[in-house]
């Protein structure tokens, strides 16, 4: 595998996990790692980049989810092909300089990007807008009513299958009506 130019930075906002995975999907995006190209063991470029293999393992994982990767038992990990993917780089450079004529780092913006949620609406009513931060604000409260008055659900907690996002008017109020359901009382 040729040199991908994995550099950490550990005193920047982005998680280590978060920067190994866009180092790979550069290389691959870019031709360095064409598809076939088999990656180092895992523990081996761990240890080459300075990183726990665990933090590399789940940034493979990640990679391997979005199909760019592929673990094949007992032969190694393989790159899976290039996605057919638009050229970013005109839309990183006019970020990269705005965030910079605006006195941010451009590494501040990354971490802002990351952690915004990609199913997040681009805009949203005014009217709903302000129903969303009262339902939150209710249960905000609910929840810590139920937490002083009420015994803790048996089992698991319930876990949206696509991870974090942000919740929609309609589920906010399911939420608010399941903590209400719950208050001693009710």
């Known amino acids: 595998m040729e040199d991908v130019g994995i550099r950490i930075d550990r005193r920047g906002d982005v998680p280590v996990g978060v920067q190994l995975a866009w180092a790979l999907r550069g290389a691959i995006e870019s031709?360095?790692?064409?598809?076939?190209d088999r990656l180092p063991p895992l523990r081996e470029l761990a240890t080459e980049v300075g990183v726990n293999?665990?933090?590399?393992?789940a940034a493979y994982a990640k990679l391997e989810a979005?199909?760019?990767?592929?673990?094949?038992?007992?032969?190694?990990?393989?790159?899976?092909?290039?996605?057919?993917?638009?050229?970013?780089?005109?839309l990183v450079g006019a970020?990269?300089?705005?965030?910079?004529?605006?006195?941010?780092?451009?590494?501040?913006?990354?971490a802002a990007l990351y952690v915004?949620?990609?199913?997040?609406?681009?805009?949203?009513?005014?009217g709903d807008a302000h129903r969303r931060r009262a339902l939150r604000e209710q249960i905000?409260?609910?929840?810590?009513?139920?937490s002083e008055l009420a015994p803790a659900p048996a089992g698991e907690p319930e876990r949206h299958?696509?991870?974090?996002?942000?919740?929609?008017?309609?589920?906010l109020e399911a939420v608010r009506a399941?903590?209400?359901?719950?208050?001693?009382?009710s």
Do not use: K, M, W, Y
Not at 31 to 36: D, I, K, N
Not at 66 to 90: K, N, Y
Not at 95 to 110: K, M, N, T
Not at 161 to 171: C, K, N, V
């Open 31 to 36: 031709g360095v790692l064409g598809a076939g």
């Open 53 to 57: 293999a665990n933090t590399l393992r």
């Open 66 to 90: 979005e199909g760019l990767i592929e673990t094949r038992h007992g032969s190694g990990t393989f790159v899976a092909g290039a996605p057919a993917r638009r050229d970013l780089s005109p």
């Open 95 to 110: 970020a990269s300089r705005a965030a910079r004529d605006a006195g941010v780092d451009p590494r501040e913006l990354a």
């Open 116 to 126: 915004s949620s990609p199913e997040e609406p681009e805009t949203e009513p005014d």
């Open 140 to 146: 905000a409260l609910l929840e810590r009513l139920v």
């Open 161 to 171: 299958p696509r991870g974090p996002r942000i919740l929609t008017t309609d589920e």
């Open 178 to 185: 399941q903590l209400i359901a719950r208050l001693p009382g």
